[in-house]
């Protein structure tokens, strides 16, 4: 697979990492004439943050330097989810007057069977 590096002018942002296999890695993608394409995915990062790696192939959609890039962290990874059989939740209200609770929600995954 071949690779690109695009350069920066300030450093990217913290979040964007490098995946240990190629199911983790981040997605890089651009914006042109108000469509979006997949760039790739991130295989590296310099120290200072402001070069990354790319794989990409014979699909690939290459930014210019005007176009507008952004990543997208894999959902099914990188989740936000509570994991586990059990969840323990506090809630404190230190209001001194009347307060009502309308709604409370959570998502929650299995971390294991």
Do not use: H, W
């Not at 697979?1 to 300030?10: G, H, Q, R």
């Not at 176009?67 to 404190?92: E, H, P, Q, R, S």
Request: contains cysteine.
């Amino acid at each position: 697979m071949a690779t690109i590096t695009l350069t920066f002018a300030s450093e990217i942002n913290k979040s964007l990492q490098v995946g240990g296999n190629a199911n983790a890695r981040d997605s890089v993608f651009t914006k042109q004439s108000n469509e979006i394409y997949y760039v790739g995915d991130v295989t590296g990062i310099s120290n200072d943050r402001k070069t990354i790696t790319i794989d990409v192939d014979s699909t690939s959609i290459f930014p210019t330097t005007s176009d507008y890039v952004f990543f997208v962290k894999k959902a099914d990874v990188c989740n936000a989810k509570l994991t586990g059989y059990y969840a323990d939740v506090k809630m404190k209200n230190n209001a001194t007057t009347k307060a009502e609770l309308f709604a409370v929600s959570s998502e929650i995954a299995m971390s294991s069977k």
